[in-house]
């Protein structure tokens, strides 16, 4: 009976299972970069006005935070919420501005959403 996982499955000889090692650490791989692309696509919603109160809510610019002109005002940075706990890393408020100061400084002054999607796949994934 063939799997839709069968290339996943546990093979029976020693050389294979080292490649099945490779294909399952390369799979979790990209998996951490599609839930970042995800992440990513969901600040930039919310930074443009195009995603839920809820959720815009979480996400502001340093230079909207505060009444003082910064000099971080000009790289496009979000304000980081403080958590207490590793569950509290792991929340959109946390995890999203976190992520998102970390791109590079072209992808987070992208005004297109087109031109936002096509240099976040390329720098994530190299393509």
């Given at each position: 009976?063939?799997?839709?996982?069968e290339?996943?499955?546990m093979?029976?000889?020693?050389?294979s299972?080292?490649?099945?090692?490779?294909?399952?650490?390369?799979?979790?791989?990209?998996?951490?970069?599609?839930?970042?692309?995800?992440?990513?696509?969901?600040?930039?919603?919310?930074?443009?006005?195009?995603?839920?109160?809820?959720?815009?809510d979480?996400c502001?610019l340093?230079?909207?935070?505060?009444?003082r002109?910064?000099?971080?005002a000009?790289?496009?940075?979000?304000?980081?919420?403080?958590?207490?706990?590793?569950?509290?890393?792991?929340?959109?408020?946390?995890?999203?501005?976190?992520?998102?100061?970390?791109?590079?400084?072209?992808?987070?002054?992208?005004?297109?959403?087109?031109?936002?999607?096509?240099?976040?796949?390329?720098?994530?994934?190299?393509?």
């Amino acid at each position: 009976m063939n799997s839709r996982f069968e290339k996943y499955d546990m093979p029976k000889n020693d050389t294979s299972k080292v490649n099945y090692v490779i294909k399952v650490q390369i799979c979790r791989h990209a998996v951490r970069q599609r839930v970042d692309l995800k992440i990513a696509f969901l600040v930039f919603q919310c930074l443009t006005g195009h995603a839920p109160a809820y959720l815009a809510d979480d996400c502001q610019l340093t230079a909207d935070a505060s009444a003082r002109r910064h000099r971080s005002a000009d790289t496009a940075k979000c304000v980081v919420r403080r958590t207490y706990n590793n569950f509290g890393d792991r929340c959109f408020a946390s995890a999203g501005p976190r992520l998102w100061n970390t791109l590079p400084l072209n992808l987070r002054l992208c005004d297109s959403l087109g031109q936002f999607k096509r240099s976040l796949k390329t720098f994530l994934f190299g393509l």
